[in-house]
């Protein structure tokens, strides 16, 4: 079954806000096996908005619409409704009282245009809004169901989960669709897909594969549809047991897990403990561990050493050894994981120093080169990196490497 999502407002087409709506709503119909065929965004001209419901209802069986509901007057989806549904507007009490009831919370006396937020489609059927003044609008034309619903992001969701969706069950009759999500972190995407080309070529034809690359890794995202979820869910467990097997290191975790969560779960389970050292990363190490409530089990702090004076005066590195290095160099940062290791009392200790850029490159250390080295109790690991020429990119890109070499030693 397919759908589409329009959102209504000049404000979006603009630019001056961002519309979230249609993601989550997307997210939520495919777990409905709900396909999303197209999400359009128009303008609060009534003739667009007509034209559009219009064009949606030849296309699909479902539109769902948010936006233009509000009691201003640049809010006008109720009388295009009616227009386009030959209908009128008439009182419906039940509103009004949750009105009422809304804005005497907040102290405020109902006026007109409050008032007229409790006129509805005479046809319509009202799905109760307990968020917010405006409710929701559920009209048929043909074989097509609109569902209207306020724009306001944390009104629409309330009304999605607790009396849209629900109703759209009754409605229609859909098959489940599955998602899981693996997450793999240190090899190249195309490297990735000639590892893995064998199992991906032998999935199930009601199983497909996507790759969604990004600084922070690869999500490898399954789907599955047209079965029993049960059946669907052992048949996606297996799959991912084999790809388990392909590429074992590479995988760092499931659907939301981190490199940050993955390794601060392993440093809570062997009771170990983490500090960080960072130049060219400038702190978004520390930033992501400590994004994780609960890290302060395992971390315990950070020196940002973007200057070689915190170097050599906070870390303690000889002033020697940065002159014959440089400080981007395996000399270098290996001696700031060792003395942050130190300084801080842990069991191991993670350091960067690199050229983030898009200036600061030469011929032998070009823009992207960055060391990491983590220290441990016995050992120190160091490894240099390549990571390319956009300084945001770089700077995250360094920043999980260093912590999935981390992950890497944890799991030895």
């Not at 607790?162 to 090899?187: D, M, S, Y």
């Not at 890290?295 to 915190?310: F, L, P, Q, R, T």
């Not at 020429?389 to 944890?410: D, K, P, V």
Request: a negative charge.
């Amino acid at each position: 079954m397919e759908t589409e999502i329009v959102t209504i407002g000049d404000e979006i087409l603009i630019g001056q806000i961002v519309d979230t709506n249609s993601a989550w709503m997307a997210q939520k119909l495919n777990e409905e096996g709900i396909h999303v065929r197209q999400i359009i965004s128009i303008s609060d001209d009534p003739d667009h908005i007509e034209e559009t419901l219009n064009e949606t209802g030849k296309r699909v069986p479902l539109v769902l619409i948010t936006g233009g509901l509000g009691p201003t007057r640049d809010d006008r989806t109720k009388t295009v409704i009616c227009k386009f549904f030959n209908t009128k507007l008439v009182e419906d009490p039940v509103v009004l009282q949750n009105v009422t009831r809304l804005l005497g919370k907040r102290g405020i006396t109902i006026n007109q245009l409050n008032r007229e937020q409790a006129l509805v489609p005479e046809s319509a059927m009202v799905l109760p809004n307990e968020m917010g003044t405006a409710p929701c609008l559920w009209l048929k034309k043909g074989e097509t169901v609109y569902i209207f619903m306020p724009g306001v992001p944390f009104e629409m969701k309330n009304l999605m989960e607790k009396e849209v969706l629900p109703a759209i069950r009754n409605e229609f009759k859909t098959l489940p669709i599955l998602h899981r999500t693996i997450q793999v972190f240190g090899i190249a995407e195309s490297i990735l897909a000639e590892k893995i080309k064998q199992w991906e070529v032998s999935l199930p034809d009601f199983i497909s594969l996507a790759y969604l690359p990004a600084p922070e890794g690869i999500r490898l995202r399954l789907s599955a549809s047209g079965k029993g979820r049960d059946y669907l869910e052992n048949i996606v467990n297996s799959e991912i047991k084999e790809l388990s097997k392909i590429i074992p290191d590479y995988i760092i975790g499931f659907e939301d897990d981190s490199i940050s969560i993955v390794t601060g779960k392993l440093l809570r389970e062997k009771g170990l403990t983490v500090a960080t050292a960072e130049s060219c990363t400038g702190g978004l190490i520390a930033h992501s561990i400590t994004s994780i409530s609960g890290s302060s089990d395992y971390y315990k702090g950070s020196v940002v050493a973007y200057s070689n004076e915190i170097k050599t005066n906070i870390l303690g590195i000889d002033k020697r050894t940065i002159d014959e290095n440089g400080a981007v160099s395996k000399e270098v940062v290996e001696a700031m994981a060792i003395n942050s290791r130190k300084l801080f009392g842990t069991n191991y200790a993670l350091a960067t120093s690199g050229i983030a850029g898009p200036t600061g490159g030469t011929a032998t250390k070009p823009v992207g080169m960055v060391w990491i080295a983590v220290a441990g109790p016995d050992k120190i690991v160091s490894k240099v990196y390549n990571f390319g020429n956009n300084r945001e990119r770089n700077i995250i890109r360094a920043s999980q490497t260093a912590l999935n070499m981390l992950r890497l030693i944890l799991l030895e």
